[in-house]
């Protein structure tokens, strides 16, 4: 089963920014949260990961609480090109099968 | 560079045929994935490899499933006598290597429909 708990779903006008929760009240202290991202009739796509400390780079940021039970991805300014389902993922250690859950289906409305 | 590559894109079998779906991953990557997503769901995961060794294949629904990596690069789903429960896009992720940390990239995956 999943270690992540997500809305369903969510809308975002674009150009606003977008921010996703995650829920993951029994992760670790040694494991990592990841975000990807599954565009219609695509692959999922990585978009960023993290431990504690907040993470940015040129998709995204990635805002962790301090008690690392919880997190949120911002999309700065979103996009029609950024609806997409978002994964929010616990592995059990960085290189193993991955467990998507149902995700956060984003829709960017013009 | 080019990314995880998934062929054919789409398969059309009939009950009871066999298939085979390949996946040519990322040069030189060590790991390799195979999942299966069904309609409207998140990607399950199927089977593992590190190299040529099948690391783990506990989600491999029936012993109808095969996959195989013989070299260590490209590898090969085969499902023999399709179901109608087996339509569903594969999809096949590469990363780099064993260590922590590892991202998977993914192909667009194989859409497979069981007539």
């Known amino acids: 089963d999943a270690k992540t708990t997500q809305p369903p779903s969510m809308d975002c006008a674009e150009g606003r920014a977008a921010n996703l929760p995650c829920n993951h009240s029994?992760?670790?202290?040694?494991?990592?949260v990841y975000w990807y991202r599954q565009i219609h009739s695509q692959g999922p796509q990585y978009i960023i990961h993290?431990?504690?400390n907040n993470e940015t780079n040129e998709m995204a940021s990635l805002i962790i609480t301090e008690d690392r039970k919880s997190s949120t991805l911002i999309l700065p300014h979103a996009t029609l090109r950024d609806t997409a389902v978002y994964y929010c993922i616990v592995p059990f250690s960085g290189n193993t099968p991955l467990v998507f859950g149902k995700g956060t289906r984003l829709s960017v409305i013009a | 560079g080019a990314g995880v590559s998934q062929s054919p894109r789409y398969k059309v079998a009939k009950r009871g045929q066999d298939v085979a779906l390949r996946c040519d991953p990322i040069?030189?990557?060590?790991?390799l994935f195979w999942y299966q997503q069904a309609l409207g769901q998140g990607p399950e995961f199927l089977t593992y490899f590190q190299n040529e060794a099948q690391l783990d294949k506990s989600g491999l629904p029936s012993d109808r499933f095969f996959a195989e990596r013989p070299e260590g690069s490209v590898s090969t789903l085969k499902i023999q006598r399709t179901q109608q429960e087996d339509s569903a896009v594969y999809l096949c992720?590469?990363?780099?290597?064993?260590?922590?940390?590892?991202?998977?990239?993914f192909g667009a995956g194989t859409r497979l429909s069981v007539l």
């Open positions: 993290g431990l504690k």
């Open positions: 029994t992760i670790s202290g040694n494991e990592y």
């Open positions: 040069s030189g990557h060590v790991s």
């Open positions: 992720a590469s990363s780099p290597g064993t260590a922590a940390k590892n991202i998977q990239y």
